[in-house]
């Protein structure tokens, strides 16, 4: 069973930063994709920023490049995401998925229960 937990979110005032961290954790053998993803209520999840392994390569939402950082930890199955230059439509309850492969060779996807980002004006 894979565990997938952030942390990190809180109440920010317009232009302040935050870093959330996602740690993933249990029967790992290896991970293809990682993802940061928000949601407010009533609006479809979005897709913040996400890294795979088959390209190596992160991606950001149109919406927070060049203010947010993905950040990967590979020993650590960690990943982090630095934001900065907050603003109050960033507010959000922001998840993180894992996908990859387990150590009983069987694909999993798992979701963390996500931290709550609230940026005031």
């Known amino acids: 069973q894979v565990q997938v937990v952030e942390s990190g979110g809180g109440l920010v005032q317009s232009g302040e930063s935050l870093r959330l961290t996602c740690a993933a954790s249990?029967?790992?053998?290896?991970?293809?994709?990682m993802g940061w993803y928000r949601q407010v209520p009533g609006k479809q999840r979005e897709l913040v920023a996400s890294?795979?392994?088959?390209?190596?390569?992160?991606s950001y939402a149109d919406s927070v490049t060049g203010r947010f950082t993905m950040i990967r930890d590979n020993a650590n199955n960690t990943m982090y995401l630095q934001m900065n230059s907050l603003k109050p439509e960033d507010t959000a309850v922001y998840l993180c998925n894992v996908r990859g492969i387990s150590i009983w060779s069987m694909g999993f996807a798992a979701w963390g229960p996500g931290t709550q980002v609230t940026v005031s004006s």
């Open positions: 890294w795979s392994n088959e390209r190596d390569l992160i």
């Open positions: 249990g029967s790992i053998s290896s991970i293809s994709v």
